[in-house]
């Protein structure tokens, strides 16, 4: 512990000088609201000559819960990271900007119902931070959370399919996707999980050829987790969600263990299951296809599909984009506003505005990871990561699918896709990671403690 | 678990980082091509997400636009489709567009370059110009003249003013209302459809893209031959062409269809105006291949590119032929094979002092607001031969006019020279013939170059007596009395 208090020693004057960054964030967050708002009056300005009359509304809105955000980060957690929030709120309005946008072609009005949800997120957010006050207390709710996951992802088995995907729960006006909640609790069990077996994961087992294998009891109940979980994905052919966390399964999993023979256990297991489930599955052979040629539908004759119109919208963008409400979306076709609004983003504000968003989610990734390393605790440490990487894996999943990188899977962007499900779990996500980089950056354990 | 997580997070960000080159790649370097792959629609779309510009004649726009309410936000009208489609063209969101709408489409439809204000701060805007107009050339009233005097009847008119090779009138029958498939409704197709599958086909352009054997109204060409290189020196004097003419190489004569041809040592004058193929055969093959070729390279025989700007078809005179083929020729027949703007240039030449000038038709571009983009300048094609040889060629068709077989196309008060054809076709002739005539009119009295020449062809008409001056001469005689009297 010697290290330890000389470490404190050394930080504390530093911290000092930092200050907690509360004001920064205001100031950021009022940026991004403002930003929000001159999003609603550029839709207005350059679809009907005049700004929309309700985007005070939506700007206020997005402000108070802005600023409500801002008052529970003040309140309970003052050391938190001060860029965090900011770019929440900033992914969220943009978010509600493009879906108002989008709300312009025909079909339903999806803008409000959004920023209901968004209003119940950052509720959730207000709440996680001020009913947690350490993280640490969820590690005792790890196997009950992977119980109600489960539970989560069995239930919509029993509604019917949408897009050919069994993944929603309709309850009258209401649907959610249950797999978003899920995903949260998963990361609380493994980094629970891993945080108690760690030692047992990383340091025993068979050397097998130039790997060392870990013993079967240790690995055997995270096998079959993991494998329920695929299992039942790969019944209601949620693709997306599955690579999310398998992906989120071998990242914790290296990262607890520091072992690349998990690595190379984890790519097997994926290649197996993505040639098995290609096999299969004609859903997802078709898939690969249009990702490996998604022009090719036009060559023979069948015009433009999904992909490829994804593409042509990008292409039209540019550099600079044709600006918010003179792109042509309508073109892409259903999923618009969930699945393919990354599209929208890059026709409308062009690779610019593109790099823009990317290098937001890159910020609040790389943000994530940073509160996980300063934390001392395994268990904290491993759920920043893990949360961290969720992000990271989710936004590569569906951007790398509308921007043909790797086949389409269907998966909401964090923050910007139309989804109620989507928007409270990532305000949730945030909320956590805010409630752990407050006990990262907290100079003084006395004060708090 | 410091070192791991570093790693880890290093990877999480590199794929975003894939996401941002990926995004680069489509965004910028595949940009191009995606942006033009046909089923792309947005480019369809933004040409016609505001009114085209318009095609004006006199100054007043024929064309015009129309809002949709579909995706396509505007399409093309026409004021008098049937009358102008010939200079027109059309444009068509299913079909594009063709001859002065599909040549200036970038113009009308707003992305010729040169509309915009400031090039660069309009590129960084992504302003979209409003389409700029096409002033024609053309004369209202001799359209007018040249589409009523063809009626029915299956032709072409062209119409030019040889001092400055000005298209006054282009028409071609039977005719098409380009707006009627200017649109995607099931009727547009229906329309369209309808044109395409016409025997009579009604969307050629007669006047411009389709080539007729000329008959005698290529003795012309033949007569200003002869006497730019002075194998006939007076039009009056007796030529040394002898009757019968036995083509050389054969037994056969060269048949005339009037008794008054069948005597030997006719005069030029006497030749053109009873139209003997005898002897304008005979002076063909003295005044030789080369410069037989040579003239008629002057009015735009055997040039591929003539532009004005609608591309015309390319007119016909072989340049490697034995003597009979050239004697043939020289009578408009064997492989001569002309359009009617052609046939309307050798009438100019002879009209302007051996000036022929490149038809033109359009006259300028101009902005949305009126403000020029460029202004066309009359230019000379071919000095095809001297004001005498001119002032003979002349003196020879109003004799033709006077005298002989152009009398349909005389105008009183004013002086007309012309020249008939009445062009056999189809297997051992068995097709209706063409009627042709060509001309040039002026004010009784004037010296100064005549105002408008003309050809006029009718093809398969349903008269009985098909003559170029039975048929022809009077649809002429409209179209230059109509310019005369403007």
Sequence with gaps: ??????????????????????????????????????????????????????????????????????????????????????????????????????????????????????????????????????????????????????????LPVFFPPVYGSRIWI????????????????????????????????????????????????????????????????????????????????????????????WIVIGLLLSALA???????????????????????????????????????????????????????????????????????????????????????????VARGFKAGIALRDPFGRLLAIGLAALVAIQVFVVAGGVLDLIPLTGMTLPFIAQGGSSVVTNWIIVALLVRMSDLARRPVPEEDA | MSTTGRRAGTFCVLLIVALAVQATRVQVFQKHDLDHNSANQRATIQRYAQPRGNLLVAGQPVTG?????????????YTDGALYAPVTGYSSQTYGNTQLEGIHDDLLSGTDPRLAGWAVWDAVTRQQQPGGDVATTIDPAAQRAAMQGLGNQKGAVAAIEPATGRILALAS?????????????????NAWKKLQDDPDQPMLNRALRQIYPPGSTFKVVTAAAALANGVVTDIEAPTD????????GTTTPLNNDTGACDRAGLSLDEAMTLSCNSVMGYLGVQTG?????????????????????????????????????????????????????????????????????????????????GSQVQLMHPSLYHQAFGAAVAQQLRQLMVDVVENGTG???????????????????????????????????????????????????VADSQADDVTGGGLAAPIARSVMQTVLNR
Excluded: C
Excluded at chain 1, 201 to 213: I, M, N, P, Q, Y
Excluded at chain 1, 285 to 313: C, D, K
Excluded at chain 2, 418 to 424: F, N, S
């Design chain 2, 65 to 77: 636009s129309a809002p949709t309410g579909g995706r396509y936000a505007y399409k093309r009208t």
């Design chain 1, 170 to 261: 309709t309850l009258g006006p209401l649907s959610f996707q249950p797999g978003e909640f899920a995903k949260v609790l998963l990361a609380v069990f493994f980094a629970a999980y891993l945080a108690a077996h760690r030692d047992a994961l990383a340091l025993t087992g068979r050397k097998v050829l130039w790997f060392r294998l870990p013993l079967g009891r240790v690995l055997g109940p995270v096998l079959l987790i993991w494998a329920a979980f695929v299992g039942v994905l790969v019944l209601e052919t949620d693709l997306g969600t599955s690579l999310l966390f398998f992906g989120l399964f071998v990242v914790m999993l290296y990262v607890a263990t520091a072992r690349t023979g």
């Design chain 1, 274 to 364: 993505a040639v098995g489930v290609g096999w299969l599955s004609p859903h997802v052979h078709s898939r690969v296809t249009e990702w490996l040629h998604p022009l090719a539908s036009i060559e023979a004759g069948q015009g433009a599909n999904q992909i490829a119109q994804s593409l042509f919208a990008f292409a039209w963008g540019g550099q600079l984009g044709t600006g918010l409400g003179l792109g042509h979306s309508a073109l892409i076709g259903f999923a618009t506003k969930s699945d393919f609004i990354l599209a929208t983003v890059g026709e409308e504000l062009g690779l610019t505005g593109l790099f823009a968003v990317l290098l937001l989610y890159a910020l609040l």
């Design chain 2, 173 to 189: 029958t039977p005719g098409y209302d380009p707006g009627t498939f200017a649109g995607t409704s099931a009727a547009d197709q």
């Design chain 2, 241 to 248: 062409a002898p009757y019968p003419y036995v083509m050389p």
């Design chain 2, 407 to 457: 009398r349909n196309a005389r105008i009183p008060g004013a002086e007309v020279g012309g020249k008939t054809g009445t062009a056999q076709h189809g297997v051992d002739n068995s097709g209706t013939p063409y009627a042709w005539f060509i001309a040039w009119a002026r004010p009784a009295g004037s010296t100064a170059v005549p105002p408008v020449a003309v050809a006029v062809v």
């Design chain 2, 289 to 369: 291949l080369d410069r037989m070729t040579a003239m008629a390279k002057n009015f735009g025989f055997n040039d591929a590119r003539l532009d004005t700007p609608v591309r015309a078809a390319r007119s016909n005179f072989d340049t490697e032929m034995n003597k009979s083929q050239l004697a043939l020729s020289s009578i408009g027949q064997y492989d001569t094979a002309a359009t009617p703007l052609a046939m309307a240039m050798v009438a100019a030449g002879a009209a302007a002092d051996g000036q022929v000038m490149y038809p033109q038709l359009v006259d300028k571009l101009t902005k949305a607001d």
């Design chain 1, 1 to 154: 512990m010697a290290t330890d208090s000389a470490a404190r020693a050394a930080r504390v004057p530093r911290a000092r000088r930092a200050g907690t960054g509360r004001w920064t964030e205001l100031v950021l967050v009022l940026a991004a609201v403002g930003l929000a708002v001159f999003g609603y009056v550029e839709v207005g300005v350059n679809l009907d000559g005049k700004a929309p009359p309700d985007a005070a509304q939506y700007g206020a809105a997005l402000g108070v819960l802005a600023l409500l955000a801002h008052g529970a980060v003040r309140w309970r957690a003052r050391w938190a990271d001060p860029l965090l929030l900011p770019i929440a709120v900033l992914l969220n309005g943009i978010g509600l900007v493009v879906i108002y946008r989008l709300d312009r072609n025909p079909g339903s009005a999806a803008a409000p119902t959004q920023l209901l949800w968004s209003t119940l997120g950052v509720g959730l957010f207000t709440a996680v931070l001020l009913l947690l006050r350490d993280h640490r207390r969820l590690q005792r709710y790890a196997y009950v959370g992977a119980f109600v996951a489960l539970v989560l992802l069995v």
